[in-house]
């Protein structure tokens, strides 16, 4: 008997969840409040790769795993739908302002696992010579494997490669609640009810498997349990036309902006966190903030073109780690709350998903990212 799926949301984990669901024999349907892959997937600046931080970090082992996904994920992505996610391993370089932030990354340099990809301290004279566009004000900086992924060409993709797998999606469609087998839909649940289907605003859908994967709007849905403490925070971003620049790596400060090249000769600029509720305004003080940063960093780009600016609405959870596994119901699995890092950990997210629902060996320690850590939270 094949076992019906929806899936709640249709950014990038929503519809790589889909995607796999179907190639595992489910029949889903994907319901998606606007178009696919238009909210934070669409925002993103799509950074992937290595870390300063340390394996005490929860989120450690899943960016490893992440990481080791990446090449086959974006592979398939590329044949499956015959667009090109432009998955790019081109370095990531996190930048030192002064002698204090140098010396952090040295620690971390030295204290990187065995097996774990090399970590290269460069002094000043090292880092212009890698980034002659570069601030003469720079102390150094700490090369990492990594780069970047064209996360709209990402998203356009995996739609077009779920769509090709046959998952049936859904736009403008509203979920308003989740619907168990004890028909409530404004009363606690107990923990013996069951998933059967979701609320729309056109009706009941049935289902025997529910995922929640709606970014921000996690929240908002009714009966799910735990409610997801999944809030917004506002990024603001910006592309420049770096043509006369060419910043060849991504590049990380401590505080942000972080700088990420793409193919077609923009460079993307970001991003604000702001607690600004839905308010999806570019305001004066955050986008100047971005440009005096920037320029700070790259003094070049001020003679730069402003190739485009916008806003994107992250899914922040209360502990800044996702939700990823089994809810209070039976049938109801979480993929939310993945906050400013949600490309990175895609695939890593994905397989200890698919890992959960089938009952099988997850790729690493699922108890960080357990929904039911939320339980109490009301």
């Excluded at 991003?271 to 308010?279: K, L, P, V």
């Amino acid at each position: 008997m094949v076992a019906e799926a929806i899936v709640i949301g249709g950014g990038v984990m929503g519809l790589a969840a889909a995607r796999e669901l179907r190639w595992r024999g489910h029949a889903v349907t994907l319901l998606e409040r606007a178009q696919p892959g238009r909210a934070a997937s669409w925002a993103s600046a799509g950074i992937l790769g290595a870390t300063v931080r340390d394996e005490s970090d929860p989120s450690y082992r899943l960016r490893q795993v992440s990481r080791a996904l990446w090449p086959a994920f974006a592979e398939r992505v590329r044949d499956e739908s015959g667009l090109d996610p432009e998955y790019r391993e081109m370095g990531v370089v996190q930048l030192a302002s002064d002698e204090l932030e140098l010396a952090r990354l040295r620690r971390a340099a030295e204290r990187q696992p065995d097996g774990s990809d090399r970590l290269e301290l460069l002094d000043a004279r090292q880092l212009r010579a890698l980034e002659p566009a570069l601030s003469e004000k720079l102390h150094g900086g700490l090369l990492m494997a990594g780069g970047n992924v064209e996360n709209r060409r990402l998203a356009r993709g995996l739609e077009l490669a779920a769509r090709a797998a046959g998952v049936r999606i859904q736009t403008g469609v509203e979920v308003r609640a989740v619907i168990t087998d004890k028909a409530r839909t404004d009363q606690a649940t107990t923990d013996q009810d069951r998933v059967t289907g979701v609320e729309t605003a056109d009706g009941p859908l049935g289902a025997d498997l529910v995922v929640l994967a709606a970014g921000a709007w996690s929240a908002g849905i009714r009966n799910v349990r735990p409610r997801p403490p999944v809030a917004p925070q506002r990024g603001q971003i910006l592309a420049i036309d770096q043509a006369s620049v060419g910043i060849r790596h991504v590049l990380m400060t401590s505080a942000d902006p972080y700088f990420v090249p793409r193919c077609d000769g923009r460079l993307v600029i970001g991003a604000t966190r702001e607690e600004a509720g839905w308010d999806a305004s570019l305001t004066a003080e955050g986008v100047a903030w971005l440009l005096n940063r920037a320029m700070e960093v790259v003094p070049g780009l001020r003679t730069c073109p402003i190739a485009e600016l916008w806003t994107g609405f992250r899914p922040l959870s209360a502990d800044g780690l996702p939700l990823i596994g089994r809810g209070a119901l039976d049938g109801l699995f979480f993929l939310t709350g993945h906050g400013p890092t949600g490309i990175a950990p895609l695939p890593g997210s994905i397989a200890l998903l698919m890992a959960l629902i089938a009952g099988e060996e997850p790729p690493m320690p699922p108890r960080p990212f357990d929904p039911l850590r939320f339980e109490t939270i009301v």
